[in-house]
Nanobody
Framework: QVQPVESGGGLVQAGGSLRLSCATP????????VGWFRQAPGKERDIVAS????????FYVDSVKGRFNISTDSAKNTVYLDMNSLEPEDTDVYYC?????????????????WGQGTQVTVSS
């Protein structure tokens, strides 16, 4: 199995926190980075955050800066997303996958496969 396996989603009230986890069994030695994405029904899948497996380069979309933190356990091929001060607008299905820059064709992310995702629902 090479698809990522996401977990940790759930229902939380606004202002609450969740920790998402994602195992990436498809990671190879050539993988540089890993990212979290989210998608609402009928919308494009957009990146939320990314981080290099080795090093400290991180990226966050503006809407989550200061609230979300991405981290990795390289030995376990696992990436985490700590989500704090959650807002109803954060309600989405969250996915992770490897090397976002290498899998972006200028219009969207073109991975050959995705995991099943994990649903995050924030109530107001």
């Amino acid at each position: 199995q090479v698809q990522p396996v996401e977990s940790g989603g759930g229902l939380v009230q606004a202002g609450g926190s969740l920790r998402l986890s994602c195992a990436t069994p498809g990671r190879t030695a050539s993988s540089i980075a890993v990212g979290w994405f989210r998608q609402a029904p009928g919308k494009e899948r957009d990146i939320v955050a990314s981080v290099m497996w080795i090093g400290r380069n991180v990226f966050y979309v503006d809407s989550v800066k200061g609230r979300f933190n991405i981290s990795t356990d390289s030995a376990k091929n696992t990436v985490y997303l700590d989500m704090n001060s959650l807002e109803p607008e954060d309600t989405d299905v969250y996915y992770c996958d490897l090397d976002p820059e290498q899998n972006y064709d200028g219009r969207g992310y073109v991975y050959p496969y995705w995991g099943q995702g994990t649903q995050v629902t924030v109530s107001s």
